[in-house]
């Protein structure tokens, strides 16, 4: 059974400092990973999507890595502003279903 | 382009009521999915819609959650009777394409459901 876990649970960091979100999965068999933003009263928003065969994807001021063999994932903000501040999800889609499966998440706070 | 909507955004009901949750996907997107957050929790997989056809429903938690899709379009989850436990964060997601590269899943805001 796939387990998705994201450490840590709550990150503080002031303005400008670059920081790395982790998330580890159990089964290394997956179809893609994917990190989403969640603001607080809304809804998931996708900020990056590495499928398998891939080793990482940036976009903007965002890098994520994957070592499938391994089973984790880095999510690195470089140059983190208040705007940042949400809670930030790893989910991964298994070999087998098309289901995500979320990891509980890791709530950033970026202060001013 | 309209993203997924999902309607209500927030209900409060009372043990015993019926609460039904709407779900418009993005136009063109055939496939539809229901997740749940509940307090505390990781957002859990409920069920998958391809069009109009329950592709998995393995994440239903019992009999009380009925979803549908009638005509392949917008879904609807209706909770009856619900129960102090169904309360957290109902989200409806859409994807265009089943397990292809790119297959970004889009979420809707949620539909915040409290049961007292």
């Known amino acids: 059974k796939q387990e998705v876990t994201q450490i840590p649970a709550a990150l503080s960091v002031p303005e400008g400092e670059n920081l790395v979100l982790n998330c580890s999965f159990t089964?290394?068999?997956?179809?893609?990973l994917q990190w989403f933003r969640q603001d607080p009263g809304k809804g998931l928003t996708s900020l990056l999507l590495?499928?398998?065969?891939?080793r990482e994807q940036t976009s903007g001021r965002l890098n994520a890595s994957l070592d499938k063999s391994s089973g984790r994932s880095t999510l690195y903000i470089a140059a983190s502003q208040p705007g940042d501040s949400a809670t930030y999800l790893c989910?991964?889609?298994?070999?087998?279903?098309?289901?995500?499966?979320f990891g509980t998440g890791t709530l950033l706070a970026v202060q001013p | 382009e309209a993203g997924v909507t999902q309607f209500p955004s927030h209900s409060v009901i009372e043990k015993g009521q019926t609460v039904t949750l709407r779900c418009d996907p993005i136009?063109?997107?055939?496939?539809l999915y229901w997740y749940r957050r509940v307090m505390g929790k990781e957002i859990k997989f409920l069920l998958h819609?391809?069009?109009?056809?329950?592709?998995?429903e393995s994440g239903m938690p019992n009999n009380r959650f009925l979803a549908e899709r009638t005509g392949g379009t917008y879904s609807t989850l209706k909770v009856q009777p619900a129960e102090l436990e169904d309360s957290g964060v109902y989200f409806c997601?859409?994807?265009?394409?089943?397990?292809?590269?790119?297959?970004?899943?889009?979420f809707g805001e949620g539909s915040w459901l409290t049961v007292v």
């Open positions: 997601a859409s994807s265009q394409v089943f397990r292809s590269s790119g297959n970004t899943i889009y």
């Open positions: 089964d290394s068999a997956i179809y893609n």
């Open positions: 590495i499928q398998s065969s891939q």
């Open positions: 989910a991964v889609i298994s070999g087998a279903t098309n289901k995500l499966i």
């Open positions: 136009s063109g997107h055939d496939n």
């Open positions: 819609f391809v069009k109009e056809s329950k592709q998995d």
